[in-house]
């Protein structure tokens, strides 16, 4: 079936550094990945769609500046926290649309727990 | 109101026991209904997945769909212990944006 590989899938990063996570499609090409965030006991929240070579687009509330997303080939988007403060400290999960539509066709990767001190 | 309710439990039973998890949503322009299972500090995994209303089986599970009502469940049955985790249940329509319940916490006590 149908893989996303998410990496790191745990990362802990200085207050007012930067911190880049992977998210690749291991066997299909994905025309769109999705952007989520969740914190403890909570939903997944949408932060972003992207599509591959174009810019993203972000939901309302998300600072794109902060929150930086390239998705440079069909197999690959990066999420790039920028500054990243305690705030941000959450659990980041990509989800990758399948261009070819087979079966279901989205799938999730394994997440990223980030934690800023 | 949410577009998606659903009830965060936790939820605790014995090993065997027919597990019922619900959602109930908003919005009628949903069509595509979805139930994840999601361990600690992992990804949402797909367990089912429903198009419009009706019942799914797949093995142990069976999703039914309400679109009347707005409202979806799971059933799990011979619940066993590796069955204990976080179940989401989402929804869309035809676009790609998922809504999301908050999970149900689910302990299968051996």
């Known amino acids: 079936g149908a893989v996303v590989s998410q990496h790191p899938s745990w990362v802990i990063c200085k207050s007012g550094t930067s911190v880049k996570i992977e998210c690749r499609s291991l066997?299909?090409?994905?025309?769109?990945m999705f952007w989520y965030r969740q914190f403890p006991k909570q939903s997944l929240m949408l932060m972003a769609t992207?599509?591959?070579?174009?810019?993203?687009?972000?939901e309302q509330g998300v600072e794109k500046d902060k929150f930086l997303i390239n998705h440079a080939s069909l197999t690959l988007s990066t999420l790039t926290v920028t500054s990243a403060h305690p705030e941000d400290s959450s659990f980041y999960i990509c989800?990758?649309?399948?261009?070819?539509?087979?079966?279901?066709?989205?799938?999730f990767g394994s997440g990223t727990r980030l934690t800023v001190v | 109101q949410k577009e998606v309710e659903q009830d965060p439990g936790p939820l605790s039973v014995p090993e065997g026991a027919i597990v019922s998890l619900n959602c109930t949503y908003s919005?009628?322009?949903?069509?595509?209904f979805m139930w994840y299972r999601q361990y600690s500090r992992k990804g949402p995994e797909l367990l089912m997945y429903?198009?419009?209303?009706g019942n799914k089986e797949d093995g142990r599970f069976t999703a039914q769909v309400d679109k009347s009502s707005k409202y979806i469940s799971l059933f799990i049955r011979d619940s066993q212990p590796s069955d204990s985790a976080t179940y989401l249940c989402?929804?869309?329509?035809?676009?790609?944006?998922?809504?999301f319940g908050t999970g149900t916490s689910l302990t299968v006590i051996p």
């Open positions: 989800s990758a649309r399948d261009r070819l539509g087979q079966g279901y066709g989205y799938t």
């Open positions: 066997d299909f090409q994905a025309t769109t």
């Open positions: 992207s599509n591959e070579g174009s810019k993203a687009t972000y």
């Open positions: 919005n009628s322009a949903f069509q595509y």
């Open positions: 429903t198009y419009s209303s």
């Open positions: 989402a929804m869309k329509n035809t676009g790609n944006q998922f809504y």
